[in-house]
């Protein structure tokens, strides 16, 4: 039987046309993008789409968005044999985190793809990325399962796990990157998949939706000379629930006692603040240096190798299905959809 394909079209440079009063790129609709694209019906697929009313520019990218692609994919889960997202490339690692957050016990591909160059020019990178991403959604194993059973970032020579994800450049055609996580594929002449990094789940059941985000969450970045009044006004900031944290190196940040004191009384109102490293590679070792275990000790969470991306994802989905601040620190130290790694020496 012919692999079907759902992809869903949100918008972004893959689609965009260049508006000829101002010369500004802009959003155009799907058939503009699949008239550029002939070489797909040499796929032999099926291929429906589905589209945003009104695409967009990725920098307009919000929860409301994120819940319509979960939607479009919930509704016709039982109905294809993968998924692919088109998305522009500036928020495209923090939609394949929250998607990852919220369409859990995934059984099949989800691939978000994009460009950096507009379809319709003549040297595009995203003819390739969306045959590629194509192709990978309907990729089976020697068992006739799906061979990837996520949510991926397909972009020129990689598929990357999408919640280890992060945008790297704005010129290069490998946009993405995922430092604390092994490529799920590379792509050359043929599309090679790296097995050992693919996720394959025994749990039962089926296809669970988290649709609910909350968006009560925010992002400190530590910086010499950061002042006392701005970190206290932004951890007093009304209806705050969780904080990403970002600090230097291996988790570490300030020891002067105004500062471990605002974290601390900011732990005790309520607020989960998590410790994420400002670093690309690496991640959090609480215990290695004195000024985090200081930080620790004002009850801080490690964020372990996470991205900032999903950080601020898991937050939202965490809080978004009302769970309590314990609750919350307690889950978020612990994987959902394979986001982080936990060793001994990043408790």
């Known amino acids: 039987m012919k692999p079907r394909i759902l992809i869903v079209y949100t918008g972004g440079t893959i689609g965009m046309i260049e508006d000829a009063a101002t010369k500004a790129l802009r ?5 503009h993008l699949m008239e550029n694209v002939p070489k797909v019906k040499k796929l032999d697929y099926v291929i429906d789409n589905i589209q945003f009313q009104t695409p967009i520019d990725s920098s307009d990218m919000d929860i409301t968005h994120w819940q319509s692609i ?44 994009g460009s950096q160059l507009p379809i319709g020019e ?19 194993d020697a068992d006739g399962k799906p061979t990837v059973r996520e949510v991926a970032i397909l972009f020129e020579n990689y598929l990357w796990r999408g919640n280890r994800s992060t945008k ?8 993405f990157r995922s430092n604390n996580y092994p490529e799920l594929a590379k792509i050359g002449l043929g599309i090679h998949f790296r097995r050992t ?38 951890l007093a900031a009304p209806g705050i629930k969780g904080v ?19 974290l601390t009384q900011a732990v005790a109102n309520g607020i989960v603040i998590v410790n994420v490293t ?57 994987p959902i959809s394979g986001e982080i790694t936990v060793t001994k020496h990043s408790k």
């Not at 959003?27 to 058939?31: I, N, Q, Y």
């Not at 790297?168 to 946009?175: E, K, T, V």
């Open 27 to 31: 959003p155009f609709d799907f058939s």
């Open 70 to 113: 979960v939607r479009s994919i919930a509704d016709n889960y039982d109905n294809y044999d993968g998924f692919v997202v088109l998305h522009g490339t500036d928020t495209m690692a923090y939609t394949a985190s929250a998607l990852s957050f919220m369409l859990q016990n995934l059984r099949k591909p989800v691939i978000i793809t």
């Open 122 to 140: 003549v040297r595009t990178d995203g003819e390739e990325n969306l045959i590629t991403a194509l192709q990978i959604a309907a990729s089976r």
């Open 168 to 175: 790297r450049s704005a010129d290069n055609f490998n946009a």
């Open 197 to 234: 990094s693919l996720t394959h789940t025994d749990k039962g059941g089926g296809l669970e939706i988290y649709p609910e985000m909350d968006t009560n969450v925010m992002a400190i970045d530590l910086f010499p000379g950061l002042s006392r009044c701005v970190v206290e006004h932004m």
């Open 244 to 262: 990403v944290l970002r600090t230097y190196g291996a988790g570490n940040g300030p020891s002067e006692k105004w500062f471990l004191d605002a």
């Open 278 to 334: 400002q670093c690309v590679n690496g991640g959090v070792y609480p215990r290695r240096y004195l000024t985090g275990d200081k930080i620790a000790s004002t009850g801080v969470v490690s964020g372990h190798d996470i991205t900032f991306e999903a950080a601020i994802a898991k937050l939202m989905h965490l809080f978004g299905r009302g769970f309590t601040p314990a609750e919350v620190r307690k889950r978020f130290s612990r």
